[in-house]
C-alpha cells in the first residue's frame, strides 16, 4: 500500500501511513519496553477483571463506591486496550505501521477513554465527600439513579472533545513526514507532523484540556479540602482512621493519573513519550492492586472467591 495517496483536488500529497517509531532506535530498549507492556497489559487484565468480576459477584461490595471502582476498572480495561495491543503486535511482527483512519481512530477512543476517566476519579471524589461530611444521608444522596447519571455523565463527557480534537487534528493537512515519534497516536506528537499552522488547535486543545483535565481536578481538591475539614473534626481516632483508609487509595491513583496527563498535554514540549507510559500502562496497572491491598472489603471478596475464607 502507497505511503502517500492524492489529495481530493489538485497534484498535492498527504500521508496515509504512518509510523509508529516507539522506541525503534534501540533494539534493546524496544525489547525492554516490549516486556513491559506485556507484563503491565497482563497485569492490567487480570487485575481491573478481576475487581469488575468482585464488584459485580460480591453481596458486600453493592455500594455506591464500588460501583463507581467497577466502572474505573472497566474504563482501565478498555483504556489499555486501545494501545497495547497494537504495541504488542508491532513489535512482534515488526510492522509499526499504521493507517490514516487507524490512527485517527486510535487517538478518538483514547480521548473519549482518558476524558471519561478524569470525571470518574471526580466522581469518586465527591462520592468520598458525601459519605465522610454525610453518612447518616449518604446512601440517600447517592441513591442508583444518582449513581447511574454519575457513570453515563462521565462516559458521555469525552465525546464532544474527541470528535472535536480529532477532527481538527486529522483534518489539518499531512503531507510529509509521516512518522510519528511515539507508540501510539497521541495528539503532540501527530501535530508535530502537521505541514500548516498548527497554533489554532493547540489552544483548543489547551482550552479543552483546562476544561476537562482542570475542572474535575478541582473538584478533587474542593471535595479532599472538606473531608480534611470534617477528619479534623471528629473525635473518634478511629472514624478518622477508617476515613483515610477510605480516601487515600483514591488520591494516590488521581496523583499518578493527573500528574502525567496534566504535564503532557498542558506542556506539550515536555517528554510526552516517556510521561504518557505512567498513564497508558503505569495507572491501569496499579489501580487494582491499590485499592485491592489497601481495602480489606476487596480482600475478603478476594479470599471468599477463591475459598480461603467462609
Known sequence: MSYWMKAA????????????????????LELLFFLCCLTAYTLTLVGNGLI????LSSPALQTPMYFFLRNLSF??????????????????????????IGCAVQMYFFLLLGCAECYILGVMAYDRYVAVCYPLRYMTI??????????VGSWMSGLPVSSVQTTLTFSSPFCGPNE?????CDIPPVLRLVCA???QIEIAMLIITVIIIISPFMLILISYAR??????????????QKAVSTCSSHLLVVTLFYGSAMTVYLFPQ???????????????????????????????????TVGLST
Not at 469488575?52 to 464488584?55: I, S
Not at 512482534?92 to 490514516?100: A, Q
Not at 447517592?142 to 457513570?151: F, P
Open 180 to 184: 510519528i515519534n511515539h507508540f501510539f
Open 52 to 55: 469488575v468480576f468482585l464488584t
Open 75 to 100: 474504563m482501565e480495561l478498555c483504556y489499555s486496550s486501545i494501545t497495547m495491543p497494537r504495541i504488542l503486535t508491532n513489535y512482534v511482527t515488526g510492522n509499526n505501521k499504521i493507517s490514516f
Open 270 to 304: 515536555s517528554n510526552d513519550k516517556l510521561l504518557s507510559i505512567f498513564y497508558t500502562m503505569v495507572t491501569p496497572m496499579v489501580n487494582p492492586i491499590i485499592y485491592s491491598l489497601r481495602n480489606k472489603e476487596v480482600k475478603a471478596a478476594l479470599w471468599k
Open 197 to 199: 499552522d498548527t497554533s
Open 142 to 151: 447517592m441513591d442508583k439513579y444518582s449513581c447511574a447519571l454519575l457513570v
Open 227 to 240: 473531608i480534611i475539614v470534617a477528619v479534623v473534626r471528629m473525635s473518634s481516632s478511629e472514624s478518622r
Open 9 to 28: 483536488h489538485g497534484n498535492s500529497t498527504r500521508v496515509a501511513i504512518f509510523h509508529l517509531l516507539g522506541f525503534s532506535g534501540s533494539p534493546l
